[in-house]
């Protein structure tokens, strides 16, 4: 099984935005972005059911600012990031699942990427 690839990270200065990419090799049942910041342990972000569409899982600090999205013609999932905060400043992961309920820590998901660096400047 081929694990997700993340990319679109980099550096921006607080009040910008970013996407993440995140190319999956199938769908599966719950997807989702969790980060880890220096020094800190690894938290969820957002995390939905792909058959309803709903999220299953969002992070307080994020919500209003975060979203995903599906692309399943190009197999690939998106995290917009609007009004970027230097607290959000972390790694960014992403995770697949085919089981439900769709867990909120990365450690539980099946398949996990390696990562994607986020830098907000103030």
């Known amino acids: 099984q081929a694990q997700p690839a993340e990319s679109g990270g980099g550096s921006v200065q607080a009040g910008g935005s970013l996407r993440l990419s995140c190319a999956y090799a199938s769908r599966r049942r719950c997807m989702g972005w969790f980060r880890q910041a220096p020094g800190k342990e690894r938290e969820g972000v957002l995390v939905?059911?792909?058959?309803?569409?709903?999220?299953?899982y969002q992070r307080d600090s994020v919500k209003g600012r975060f979203s995903i999205s599906l692309d399943n013609a190009k197999n690939t999932m998106y995290l917009q990031m609007n009004s970027l905060k230097p607290e959000d400043t972390a790694m960014y992961y992403c995770?697949?699942?085919?089981?439900?309920?769709?867990?909120?820590?990365?450690?539980?998901?099946?398949?996990r990427g390696q990562g994607t660096q986020v830098t907000v400047s103030s």
């Open positions: 995770a697949a699942d085919s089981r439900l309920p769709c867990r909120s820590r990365f450690d539980l998901f099946a398949d």
């Open positions: 939905i059911n792909t058959v309803t569409g709903g999220p299953t």
